[in-house]
C-alpha cells in the first residue's frame, strides 16, 4: 500500500503529463523490480497504441511506435481488457520488434483504466526469464489504475492550462483587434487612420514593416498608400498591377500568401528587396465581398508565418476594412453634403404659402447625384416650381445639374413660358453633356388665380392634396426626358390649386423601389400624403422613407407646397424693399377678392397700402436689411389695413415729394398716423360696397 500510494501521490498533480508519466514508470518499475517499463497510450480514433514513455526501451518512443489494437502483445491487452503474462518473449507473438531487440525475456501488461474507459496499456519487462506471479499482476493492475487516475487528472490539468492559454491569446487578440476598430479611429482622416492602422497591426503581428496598397479599380492597379518600415513605396507612388507580383495576387486570387525567402519569389517592387525584407505575410482587404486593397507585413529576419498568424491578419484587415470604409464614407457624405448646400438653393419666403423640401442621397453607396429641385419668383405674383433628375452619379451629374437649373431659371426669368422653357433646355443640353438624358417637372403657380401650369419632361406627375384630404395626381402627360430629341415639343397643362391645397413634386427616387411597379410608389406617396398633410412632416416622412419602406437605391429630392387659405385676420411681414411691393399686391388682391370686394374697390385699396408700404421702405430706414409689417382685417363687412415700420421718417425731398398721404386719404374712408419712438404705424380702413349692400 505504501508502494501504491507514491504512484498516486499528491505531489504528482503539478507535473505536465509528460512529466508524469516518466516519474510513474520509475515507481512501478521500482515497485515491481522490473527492468523496464512503458506506457502506450491509445489513440481512439486511430484504432492504434502509441508508445508515450518508456524507461529501460526508450527507442520504442523515439521510433514512434504504434500497436493496432488486438495485434501483439500491447494490442491484446487493450482489446480484451486484461492483463497478459509472457514467460518467454522469443516464443511469444511479439508485434514490437524492439522488444526483442532489446533482449527482454519476460513481459506483464495491463490496461489502463478509468471509469470503464481504456486509456492504453502499461508493461514492464526483465532482461532474464521471470515467472510474474497473480501477486504481481495484481500489484500492476492496481498500480495501473492509479496511474490511469493520475493520467486522467493530469490531462484534465493540461487540457484546463491549455484552454485557459487560448482563452488568454484569444483575449489578447480579442484586445488587439479591437484597438485596429477602434470607435475613436472614427475621428481620423483617411490619411490619418491609414497610418494609425499599420502602427497597430505591426504591433499585433510584432513585423517590421506593413504597408496599405489601395485598389485603383478604373486604372486595375494598387496604389501604395501607406507604409510602416517602407514608406519609400508610398514617396515613389508604387503602383502594382492586378495579378502581378505578390500584393496583385493577393488582391486578384482574394485570398492570403506568404513568402518564407523573399529573394527566391515573385517580387514585383524591388523596393521590398532592397530595405532587406527577408519574410512577408499579405491579405486582402474585402467590404461586403469587394476588394479595397492589400494589406501586408514583413519581417527583416527569415521568418515562418504560421496559420496563426495568417488567420490574425486576416482578422485585422477585416477589421480596417471596416474601419476604412466608414472613413471614406463619413468624408465622401461630409463633402457630399458641402456641394449639396451649394447647390440646392434656400426656399424664399412667400407670404400666403407654405413651402419645404428636402434632398436626401442614395443609402447605397456615397457618390453626389444629380437629383435637385428649385423655387423662384417670376414675377406677377407667380412662383417658379421645379424637380429634375440627371441621369447618373458623381461630380459630372452634379455639375450638370447645376448648369441646368441655371439654364431654367435664365429662360425663365427671361419671360418664356413653362413649354418654350423645357424646349430651350432640351437643345442645350446635348452641347452640355452628349448623350445624357433628365427628367424635369416645371410648375408655374399664380396664387392669385389658384392654378398652376404645368410642363413635364419625362417626369412623375405633380400630385395635388386638397383641403379636404383627398389626393390626386394632376393629368399632366409626360413628354420625353430631355436629351432624347432634339426636336421634342413640351406642352403645357393647367392644373387647379384651390386655397388649402398641397402640391407635391418629387423625383423617382423617392417612390421606386427595386423589383415594384413605379405606380405602387406613386400610390404608396399618395396614401401618405392623405394623410401627412403639413408640408414638413410629408417632407420627413418620404425622406425618412415611409414611401419606400427600404434604403433609398437612389437620391431623391422632394419639394411641397401649400396654398395656405386666407382668413379674415391677415398677418405679413416684408423685407423694406422696392422688390417686395409686388409680392404685397397680389397677396392682398388675393385676400381682397376672398372678401367680396370689386375690381375696383381692390384696386384702391392696394394703391393705398402700396403707398403706405412705400413710405416705410422709402423713409423710415437707414441703409441696410430691415422690414416692415402689413396687418389685414376684415369684420361686418370693413376692411382694416395696418402698415407698421420700425423706424423715424424722414422729411419728404424733393418738389413733388410727400403726396402719398392724400393720396391714401382720397383712396380709404380714413386713414390715421401714429408716430412713436417705436416707429410709425398707418391704420386705413374701408367699408366694401358689396358688404354694405347686404
Not at 529 to 541: I, K, V, Y
Request: negative net charge; hydrophobic residues 45%; aromatic residues 4%.
Amino acid at each position: 500500500m505504501e508502494a501504491l500510494l507514491r504512484v498516486s501521490d499528491a505531489a504528482l498533480g503539478s507535473l505536465s503529463l509528460d512529466e508524469l508519466l516518466v516519474e510513474l514508470l520509475e515507481r512501478i518499475s521500482e515497485i515491481l523490480h522490473s527492468d523496464t517499463a512503458a506506457f502506450l497510450m491509445l489513440d481512439e480514433a486511430a484504432g492504434v497504441l502509441v508508445a508515450t514513455a518508456a524507461k529501460g526501451i526508450e527507442e520504442e518512443v523515439e521510433a514512434g511506435v504504434r500497436i493496432p489494437l488486438g495485434r501483439g502483445f500491447a494490442g491484446r491487452i487493450a482489446a480484451e481488457r486484461r492483463p497478459i503474462i509472457i514467460e518467454d518473449v522469443d516464443h511469444a507473438e511479439i508485434f514490437n520488434p524492439i522488444l526483442r531487440q532489446k533482449g527482454i525475456r519476460s513481459l506483464l501488461g495491463v490496461p489502463l483504466m478509468a471509469e470503464d474507459t481504456v486509456l492504453g496499456v502499461l508493461h514492464v519487462g526483465t532482461l532474464t526469464p521471470r515467472r510474474f506471479t497473480e501477486g504481481d499482476r495484481d500489484l500492476l493492475q492496481l498500480a495501473g489504475e492509479r496511474a490511469a487516475l493520475a493520467i486522467r487528472h493530469a490531462r484534465l490539468y493540461d487540457a484546463e492550462r491549455v484552454a485557459r492559454a487560448e482563452a488568454q491569446a484569444a483575449a489578447a487578440r480579442l484586445t488587439a483587434l479591437q484597438r485596429v476598430s477602434d470607435a475613436a479611429l472614427g475621428s481620423l482622416s483617411v490619411d490619418e487612420l491609414l497610418v494609425e492602422l499599420l502602427e497597430r497591426i505591426s504591433e499585433i503581428l510584432r513585423s517590421d514593416t506593413a504597408a496599405f496598397l489601395m485598389l485603383d479599380e478604373a486604372a486595375g492597379v494598387l496604389v501604395a498608400t501607406a507604409a510602416k518600415g517602407i514608406e519609400e513605396e508610398v514617396e515613389a507612388g508604387v503602383r502594382i498591377p492586378l495579378g502581378r507580383g505578390f500584393a496583385g495576387r493577393i488582391a486578384a486570387e482574394r485570398r492570403p500568401i506568404t513568402i518564407e525567402d523573399v529573394d527566391h519569389a515573385d517580387v514585383l517592387n524591388p523596393i521590398l528587396r532592397q530595405k532587406g525584407i527577408r519574410s512577408l505575410l499579405g491579405v486582402p482587404l474585402m467590404a461586403e465581398d469587394t476588394v479595397l486593397g492589400v494589406l501586408h507585413v514583413g519581417s527583416l529576419t527569415p521568418r515562418l508565418f504560421t496559420e496563426g498568424d495568417r488567420d490574425l491578419l486576416q482578422l485585422a484587415a477585416e477589421r480596417a476594412a471596416v474601419a476604412i470604409e466608414h472613413t471614406r464614407m463619413f468624408e465622401q457624405r461630409r463633402v457630399i453634403e458641402a456641394i449639396q448646400h451649394t447647390l440646392i438653393p434656400p426656399l424664399p419666403n412667400v407670404p400666403g404659402l407654405e413651402l419645404a423640401a428636402r434632398y436626401l442621397p442614395a443609402a447605397v453607396g456615397t457618390t453626389i447625384g444629380g437629383d435637385w429641385y428649385d423655387v423662384f419668383p417670376l414675377g406677377r405674383g407667380r412662383l417658379a416650381l421645379v424637380v429634375g433628375d440627371v441621369m447618373g452619379h458623381g461630380v459630372e451629374a452634379a455639375t450638370l445639374m447645376a448648369q441646368l437649373r441655371t439654364a431654367l431659371r435664365a429662360y425663365a426669368l427671361d419671360g418664356n413660358e413653362p413649354g418654350s422653357v423645357l424646349e430651350r433646355m432640351n437643345r442645350l443640353l446635348p452641347s452640355l453633356s452628349p448623350g445624357t438624358m433628365t427628367t424635369v417637372a416645371y410648375l408655374v403657380l399664380d396664387p392669385e388665380s389658384e392654378s398652376a401650369t404645368a410642363v413635364s419632361a419625362g417626369h412623375i406627375p405633380p400630385l395635388v392634396v386638397h383641403a379636404d384630404g383627398t389626393a390626386s395626381f394632376a393629368p399632366v402627360e409626360g413628354d420625353p426626358p430631355l436629351g432624347v430629341s432634339r426636336t421634342a415639343a413640351y406642352g403645357e397643362h393647367r392644373i387647379e390649386v384651390p386655397a388649402g391645397a398641397t402640391l407635391v413634386l418629387a423625383t423617382d427616387g423617392a417612390v421606386e423601389v427595386r423589383g415594384e411597379s413605379l405606380d405602387d410608389g406613386l400610390e404608396r406617396l399618395r396614401a401618405l400624403a392623405a394623410r401627412r398633410p403639413g408640408t414638413e412632416t410629408l417632407c420627413d416622412a418620404v425622406a425618412g422613407g415611409e414611401v419606400t419602406q427600404v434604403p433609398p437605391a437612389d437620391d431623391l429630392a422632394i419639394l411641397v407646397v401649400r396654398l395656405n387659405e386666407l382668413s379674415d385676420r391677415l398677418h405679413t411681414s416684408w423685407p423694406a424693399d422696392p422688390e417686395a411691393l409686388a409680392g404685397l399686391r397680389h397677396l392682398l388682391r388675393r385676400w381682397l377678392a376672398r372678401r367680396g370686394a370689386g375690381p375696383d374697390e381692390a384696386y384702391d385699396i392696394t394703391v393705398a397700402v402700396q403707398e403706405a408700404s412705400a413710405n416705410a421702405v422709402e423713409h423710415a430706414y437707414a441703409p441696410g436689411p430691415a422690414a416692415f409689417d402689413v396687418d389685414a382685417t376684415y369684420d361686418a363687412g370693413e376692411v382694416t389695413i395696418a402698415v407698421r415700420d420700425h423706424g423715424q421718417w424722414r422729411p419728404a425731398r424733393g418738389e413733388h415729394r410727400g403726396r402719398g398721404l392724400p393720396m391714401m386719404q382720397a383712396l380709404m374712408d380714413s386713414v390715421e398716423v401714429e408716430q412713436g419712438g417705436a416707429g410709425t404705424t398707418i391704420v386705413m380702413r374701408r367699408a366694401l360696397k358689396r358688404a354694405v349692400a347686404a
